[in-house]
């Protein structure tokens, strides 16, 4: 990953540096000649106002300065001949055009040179050329050249910084991120993303985060109510159980009763079992709970068992009790805990009541009339205990799946200890 980024930045700084510089080199050496040509024109010209009027004399040759940039200056009159400066006796082709009328400028061998005409009257009299060696303009030329490749240098090594320092904080936040998702992938849920400070990665890590987050409390839940599901199942377990023992003892002559009471219990487990996974996965949507309906669910469930133990089982509800939002699975779960609870702890009659919260919603009660308890089981640490450990601890397995199900459900459920004998409440809102 840094080296694809950092081959990017130099490789997108390469283009733009040889875009920038390779035009404005070539454009160095036609600025250099017309900059010289100019100046060669310049010096020329100021020499014609100094000429004497008469040039047909070559023995009276004319004293001229030198020009600067090892330059010279060649007068020619109307014949062609040279009647001062240092150039060559022998006229070029440039100074003819100039004789003819015309200012002309180019090269002559390895100098560069421009001829102007000296117009007396009207007529052209002689012609002045200036010229200087090529290497004077190559020289500047190379010496801008030498600059501009030295300033690619240096952008170039400010792209390579740059690049360096980009991939850099590009790479190892993303590096950082690839491992706390393969602390996550490994089962590490408490990991937590770091944050770079880029945004986008930035957005990558919550992500991450929620994901963790999310397969946690999922896999918590399962692994939760898959160790403890058994003591929900209990219950259509033992009915079976009962049912086969008791056909064993007394065989009727009709198995087919048999096999419909086998029958009902399967499907109660069926339910119980899809129930639990459904919960264990993901709290459902809460909607409006038929309390009358859950109470006719309690009494069909648990009637029978309550029976078989020779203990009553007595259900009332309120009239015109609340209307509350849950899930219904759950809250069937909840009270089957709390009545098995009952079943296996207390004594004598079991009641399951239901009336309107003082603040609204509704409390669902479960009492018998046992001794109770000595101690609180809803207890933070004792909850924590018994229901990650998997040890039923008398009363501590049942209550925690109970209480585990009220929290993620936005109920709640406690132990009171208002009347002679213990009372579970179930509250809705």
């Not at 000429?51 to 600067?68: R, T």
């Not at 850099?168 to 996550?184: E, F, V």
């Not at 009637?303 to 009553?312: D, I, L, N, S, Y």
């Not at 509350?324 to 779960?333: E, K, L, N, P, R």
């Amino acid at each position: 990953m840094r080296r694809r980024i950092l081959m990017a930045i130099l490789s997108t700084a390469i283009v733009a540096i040889a875009a920038l510089v390779l035009p404005l080199a070539v454009r160095l050496e036609r600025d250099a000649r017309s900059e010289a040509t100019g100046r060669l024109e310049k010096a020329a010209a100021a020499e014609v106002t100094r000429l004497p009027p008469s040039l047909q004399a070559p023995s009276l040759p004319i004293v001229i300065p030198d020009i600067p940039y090892d330059g010279d200056l060649t007068i020619y009159n109307s014949n062609g001949e040279r009647v001062g400066g240092e150039g060559s006796d022998t006229i070029d082709p440039l100074a003819r055009a100039a004789l003819a009328g015309r200012t002309a400028q180019g090269r002559t061998g390895d100098r560069l040179a421009v001829a102007i005409p000296v117009v007396r009257g009207l007529k052209v009299v002689a012609a002045i050329e200036a010229a200087e060696p090529i290497s004077v303009s190559d020289r500047s030329v190379r010496r801008q050249r030498i600059n501009i490749a030295a300033f690619a240098g240096l952008a170039m090594l400010a792209s390579l910084i740059v690049g360096l320092t980009v991939s850099s904080a590009i790479a190892k936040p993303l590096r950082r991120l690839g491992q706390d998702a393969t602390r996550i992938g490994n089962g590490d849920f408490t990991a937590r993303a770091h944050r770079s400070g880029i945004r986008e990665v930035d957005e990558v890590a919550t992500a991450l985060d929620d994901t963790a987050v999310r397969l946690g409390t999922i896999l918590e839940r399962e692994r939760a109510f898959s160790a403890n599901a058994s003591h929900q199942l209990r219950t259509p377990l033992t009915s079976l159980r009962l049912a086969i023992e008791t056909e064993l003892a007394a065989p009727r002559p009709d198995q087919s009763t048999l096999l419909a009471e086998l029958l009902d219990e399967t499907d109660r487990l069926e339910t119980t079992i899809s129930e639990l996974l459904s919960l264990a996965r993901e709290p459902n949507e809460p909607t409006i709970i038929d309390i009358a309906g859950v109470m006719r669910e309690v009494e069909a469930r648990w009637h029978g068992r309550f029976a078989a133990a020779g203990r009553p089982l007595r259900t009332a509800i309120e009239p015109n009790i609340a209307p509350v939002h849950s899930s219904a699975s759950a809250i069937g779960q909840i009270v089957d805990v709390l009545c098995d609870n009952a079943l296996c702890h207390g004594q004598g009659v079991v009641t399951v009541s239901a009336r309107n919260g003082r603040g609204g919603g509704c409390v669902l009660t479960v009492s018998d009339e046992g001794n109770g308890m000595d101690h609180d089981p809803f207890a933070a640490a004792a909850i924590a205990t018994n229901f990650n450990s998997g040890s039923s601890n008398g009363h501590g397995l049942g209550l925690g799946i109970a209480h585990a199900l009220s929290t993620a459900h936005h109920a709640h459920v406690r132990l009171t200890n208002t009347g002679p004998y213990p009372k579970f409440e179930l509250i809705l809102q």
